[in-house]
Nanobody, 117 residues
Framework: QVKLTESGGGLVQPGASLRLSCGVDGGTFGGYVRAWSRQVPGKEREIVASITYGGHQTWYTESVKGRFTISKDIGKNVVYLDMNDLKVEDTAVYYC??????????WGQGTQVTVSA
């Protein structure tokens, strides 16, 4: 079974940076759109960034534009989310995912990001 695994979360102060990584075990997700989403308790999960398989197209939700960058290392099959100038409102569990309709979406277990003074 193909598995996504996130890493890189943690506790940081406002204005700090973090890099999240999403690796793949047991497969490649070739052709899939890859994405990062986040969720806080009591709210729906929101997609914050996505990247096409070849890495040529990216998308960001408005609140992270200019601060977050999604990228991928095709050779290593790893997707990154570089987060700069973190704000308290960025606190959430961050999930990576893979999408290739009509195949079922795949999700990782999540990594906690906490931004607090």
């Amino acid at each position: 079974q193909v598995k996504l695994t996130e890493s890189g979360g943690g506790l940081v102060q406002p204005g700090a940076s973090l890099r999240l990584s999403c690796g793949v075990d047991g497969g490649t997700f070739g052709g899939y759109v890859r994405a990062w989403s986040r969720q806080v308790p009591g709210k729906e999960r929101e997609i914050v960034a996505s990247i096409t398989y070849g890495g040529h197209q990216t998308w960001y939700t408005e609140s992270v534009k200019g601060r977050f960058t999604i990228s991928k290392d095709i050779g290593k099959n790893v997707v990154y989310l570089d987060m700069n100038d973190l704000k308290v409102e960025d606190t959430a569990v961050y999930y990576c995912s893979a999408h290739y309709p009509p195949a079922p979406d795949s999700w990782g277990q999540g990594t906690q990001v906490t931004v607090s003074a």
